[in-house]
């Protein structure tokens, strides 16, 4: 038996990016009704690291969760990018650049803890735990989404869907087409301690392999993100660990001293994708469900912050009877054009340039390394866009 409703705002998917957009927009007096396939707290201890850029900082900030996540966070007061097998490289200070960090590495779970947290206490969201989207139909007038809940099936109409769901397949979506890129590289992810101490810094490091990036996480300790050839990552994989540690010695170099210990590893295939729109009528796409990034420069869940961020700010200034309507999903749509494709062109020619070694490229790539690291205005328009986005 399905059960019908209806509402003004529904968000489907609970995680970092959805939760942000419902507190965002309760912030401006707006309740929301949100999804979450998964049970409550089941994200609670995931230990994945995220790279939070400054302007994802200062969202948190206007959330009042920053001085909560501050002390769980690990800052990055420089980025030491280099090449491997050459002298060029850059490097780049927050001290330079008028900002108390570059950005903070702070666990997955605890920024979900906290935004769980800061829901529960707040009336006007409610959140279906245990809630399985099945469907999402565009509309004329409302967006319908079919969904489970407690062994039952539910439709709910409202005036504004948007979808958060950090792009788990629903299959398609009326009006919207999705583009893919696939890199044929997998990223493998673990956390690793070395001889010497990170001082704040995180390192990215170009090989023809692909990059490979330490950030620092905890008082002695790196989040890894070892990306390469699908094939070479899987066997990666399979060593023990002091064979992968005198590995990533071998790939890293001797920045840090000698790799000590190796957390757990997991892997996952690498890839571009986005939608073509983002909209449909009474729908918007945020977060990894709208645009799915390479990892390199950490750029693809700030994106997503902002897309959250920016979604809130404009319902908010939007009179309700006009939500959904053609003229308010343009306007969303123009407001993150620069944004997300800037983050998409910007990782896709990182990897197009950097991960290979065409004959006379290299030298190329250090004389630009050295350039920039002269070059006071590059590094500033650089920062800036990773970042705030456009509008740094």
């Not at 230990?47 to 939070?52: E, G, I, P, V």
Request: include cysteine.
């Amino acid at each position: 038996m399905s059960r019908t409703t209806e509402q003004d705002m529904l968000i489907v998917g609970g995680g970092p990016v959805g939760a942000t957009l419902a507190l965002g927009l309760q912030l401006k007096g707006i309740n929301a009704t949100v999804l979450e396939a998964r049970a409550r707290g089941a994200a609670h201890q995931d230990q994945r690291a995220l790279a939070l850029s400054y302007g994802s900082i200062l969202i948190l900030q206007r959330l009042g969760l920053w001085d909560e996540l501050q002390p769980k966070a690990t800052a990055i007061n420089t980025i030491h990018v280099s090449q491997r097998g050459s002298l060029g490289r850059s490097l780049l200070k927050a001290e330079e650049h008028g900002q108390p960090a570059l950005g903070y590495v702070l666990s997955y779970g605890d920024l979900s803890a906290a935004l769980d947290a800061a829901i529960q206490q707040f009336p006007g969201i409610t959140v279906h735990y245990e809630a399985e989207a099945l469907a999402i139909e565009p509309g004329h007038d409302l967006a319908q989404v079919t969904y489970q809940y407690q062994g039952q099936t539910y439709t709910s109409q409202a005036k504004m869907v948007a979808l958060a769901d950090g792009g788990r397949s629903l299959g398609d979506i009326p009006g919207l087409e999705r583009e893919t890129k696939h890199y044929g590289h997998d990223a493998l992810v673990s956390k690793v301690s070395c001889e010497l101490a990170h001082d704040n810094i995180a390192y990215e490091r170009f090989t023809p392999a692909g990059p490979v990036a330490l950030l620092p996480n905890g008082s002695r300790y790196f989040s890894l993100v070892w990306t390469g050839k699908a094939e070479e990552v899987q066997a990666l994989l399979a060593l023990d660990d002091a064979a992968f540690l005198e590995a990533l010695h071998t790939h890293f170099g001797d920045r840090v001293g000698r790799f000590l210990t190796v957390g757990k590893r997991l892997t996952f295939p690498l890839k571009l994708s986005y939608l073509k729109p983002v909209t449909a009528p009474h729908l918007v796409v945020i977060g990894n469900a709208a645009q799915t990034m390479h990892p390199v420069a950490g750029q693809g869940f700030n994106v997503g912050m902002r897309d959250a961020w920016e979604l809130a700010q404009l319902l908010a200034s939007t009179p309700l009877p006009t939500w959904g309507h053609e003229a308010m999903m343009q306007a969303y749509q123009a407001s993150r054009k620069a944004d997300t494709r800037g983050g998409l062109l910007f990782t896709d020619f990182l990897i197009n340039v950097f991960s290979n070694d065409i004959v006379g490229l290299r030298k190329i790539r250090s004389l630009g390394l050295g350039l920039m690291d002269m070059v006071p205005f590059a590094k500033q328009h650089l920062v800036s866009k990773m970042s705030f986005g456009p509008k740094g």
